[in-house]
């Protein structure tokens, strides 16, 4: 049974993330908190049903809205016990869903450094790596990660555990945005890991692509944020303007829309045969959910003024995450998919993605 409601451990989340983005703490705590919630559980347990990824698209959104960074865990923890459920043996899906309840948390790390990491030798179910990786989030605070390694077969997953301070550079991590997620390098020269699934399971539809409405969710709880943000400071004034009633009007739209595209491609891409069209709805969904977080940020900045850029200010926490957290790989190929598929679809474009 959860210890603490879902609401007290969103509120202690959002209450901590400007002490976590200047370095005053890590991110552990406040996963321990969404665990002890049951929000860890809930993200966690997979079915294949349209309404319950609503659900999970709404509680990925909410815990967006407390803290992003916290936020780009959570979706990597749902993440990867996605990829276990999917792709691991039934003893493996027992034996880390066990873990987790235990309180381990687990991450996706994709992206690789030079050289990138690959398979040295293969026993007992076991891999033995070479390489490293970059941008592995939750240095610190996540125990096991899912991780990708080339071999002579094709792109393989393993998973390993990655709670070894020696091996982490949380120094390479040095951006503006989503700097409390330490997402520095770690290095797998010599680390075994158990293996995952079979080649090429990880670039598998509708899972691979279509699994961006997670993180867009993430970034659509950042957007509304920001727009409690612009609310707190247009209802402060006894008699706003009506620049800035538009403002708040137009940024609580655009939230809006994002969530019903995310909404409606979490629906798509979980439900049973998903196809092609329900990945084009998904990486659609990340397009429009990135177009309407650079306007909302644009009206947060117009409506604010330079709260929106003054360190120790939430705003300028929250645009400053967001911002960066919008910049994820191959955009315009993703883009490119969308109307590839839009092309290829029989039906009219107000049906292709109807549900």
């Known amino acids: 049974m959860p210890t ?22 890590d991110l552990s705590g406040d996963m321990r908190r969404l665990a002890s919630s049951g929000i860890l559980a809930r993200l966690s347990t997979f079915e ?32 990867a016990l996605k990829l276990v459920t999917l792709y691991g043996t039934p003893g493996q899906v027992r034996r880390h869903r066990t873990f987790a309840r235990n309180g381990a948390v687990y991450g996706v790390w994709g ?27 939750g240095l610190g605070t996540v ?36 700097r409390a997620t330490a997402s520095g390098s770690y290095d797998f020269n010599g ?19 279509g699994g961006v409405w997670r993180y867009a969710a993430v970034q659509t709880g950042g957007l509304e944020a920001l727009a409690a943000e612009v609310r707190r400071a247009v209802s402060s004034v006894e008699a706003p303007g009506e620049a800035q009633l538009h403002r708040l009007a137009r940024i609580a739209g655009l939230a809006h829309r994002a969530r019903l595209m995310v909404e409606d491609a979490a629906a798509r891409v979980e439900a049973p045969a998903a196809g092609p069209e329900a990945v084009a709805l998904s990486l659609a969904a990340r397009e429009e959910v990135e177009v309407a977080c ?25 645009r400053r995450d967001l911002g960066f957290f919008l910049r994820q790989a191959d955009l315009d190929g993703k883009l490119r998919q969308v109307g590839t598929a839009l092309c290829a679809a029989k039906a009219p474009i107000g049906e292709v993605w109807g549900v």
Do not use: C
């Open 48 to 79: 294949a049903d349209p309404q319950a990824a609503r659900a999970q698209a709404t509680v990925l959104r909410r815990i967006g809205r407390a803290s992003l960074s916290v936020g780009r865990l959570a979706e990597g923890h749902m993440n």
């Open 4 to 25: 603490l409601s879902e609401a007290d451990a969103l509120r202690a989340v959002a209450d901590g993330a400007l002490k976590a983005d200047a370095g005053g703490r």
């Open 294 to 318: 650079l306007e909302g940020i644009a009206l947060a900045d117009r409506a604010l003024g330079t709260q929106s850029f003054a360190r120790g200010q939430r705003a300028e926490l929250i």
């Open 111 to 137: 992206a690789d450094v030079d050289p990138p990491v690959s398979v040295m030798a293969e026993l007992d179910g076991h891999f033995r790596l070479a390489g490293g990786k970059r941008f592995a989030s």
């Open 191 to 209: 680390a075994t890991a158990e293996v995952l699934g079979a080649a090429g399971d990880y670039l598998r539809e509708p899972h691979f692509q």
């Open 143 to 178: 125990s096991h990660a899912v991780v990708t390694a080339q071999s002579p077969d094709g792109l393989r997953l393993a998973i390993a555990e990655v709670a070894h301070p020696d091996r982490s550079d949380a120094a390479a991590w040095d951006t503006s945005g989503m």
